[in-house]
Nanobody
Framework: QVQLVESGGGLVQAGGSLRLSCTAS????????MGWFRQAPGKDREFVAI????????LYTNSVKGRFTISRDNARNTMYLQMNSLKPEDTAVYYC???????????????WGQGTQVTVSS
């Protein structure tokens, strides 16, 4: 079992940056794929970024390519999402996830953080 705790959300103006962190406890973190998802009010949870367990490959949804970067520090059991050039349409609750398969469907992930609110003002 893995427990995930997120931090780093907040209110930022358009064009600004935030870095989200997700710290894991429980089973060995380094062997899990990790992902970031987001959910806006009235919308389904959607894929944002994925990184496989060894950091060898990443995948981003088109709307964040060139602006967001996913990374992990296995020694600290922590994953990150660096978000630059934020836009109002990035406003959502952001969730980190861990699992055995690095795929874009939220339903396939095993462990989830509690979510952290990101609000981008115009």
């Amino acid at each position: 079992q893995v427990q995930l705790v997120e931090s780093g959300g907040g209110l930022v103006q358009a064009g600004g940056s935030l870095r989200l962190s997700c710290t894991a406890s429980g089973r060995t973190f380094s062997r899990y794929a990790m992902g970031w998802f987001r959910q806006a009010p009235g919308k389904d949870r959607e894929f944002v970024a994925i990184q496989n367990w060894n950091g060898g490959s990443t995948l981003y949804t088109n709307s964040v390519k060139g602006r967001f970067t996913i990374s992990r520090d296995n020694a600290r059991n922590t994953m990150y999402l660096q978000m630059n050039s934020l836009k109002p349409e990035d406003t959502a609750v952001y969730y980190c996830a861990a699992g055995n398969l690095a795929i874009i469907s939220p339903e396939s992930w095993d462990y989830w953080g509690q979510g952290t609110q990101v609000t981008v003002s115009s």
